[in-house]
């Protein structure tokens, strides 16, 4: 996949995982974006490594997109536990 489309899976994956852990976190849009590329490449890694399904460079393949969004899911709670889940 290209540059751009890690961005945009990241993107979707992120507001994924903010959709199915609602709550105020202390971050905004950017944030959920960082979030959620670092989450795929997380999930990726957590995906080949421990679940020994390999993450396919293609957009639209399913094990792609459940990699990234457990892995934006596992960032988020790691985030909101560090930072807090409300804004002040």
């Known amino acids: 996949m290209s540059f751009v489309a890690w961005?945009?899976?990241g993107l979707v994956a992120g507001a994924l995982a903010k959709l199915l852990?609602?709550?105020?976190?202390?971050?905004g849009?950017?944030?959920t974006t960082l979030i959620g590329v670092?989450?795929?490449f997380v999930g990726g890694w957590i995906s080949s490594r421990f679940l020994h399904r390999e993450v396919t460079?293609?957009?639209f393949d399913l094990a792609t997109w459940a990699?990234?969004?457990g892995?934006?899911?596992?960032?988020l709670i790691l985030y909101r536990l560090v930072f807090g889940?409300?804004?002040n």
């Open 7 to 9: 961005i945009v899976l």
């Open 21 to 27: 852990l609602p709550g105020r976190d202390p971050g």
């Open 29 to 31: 849009l950017v944030v």
């Open 38 to 40: 670092a989450g795929s």
């Open 57 to 59: 460079a293609q957009f």
């Open 67 to 69: 990699s990234a969004i």
């Open 71 to 75: 892995g934006a899911l596992v960032l």
């Open 85 to 87: 889940n409300s804004r």
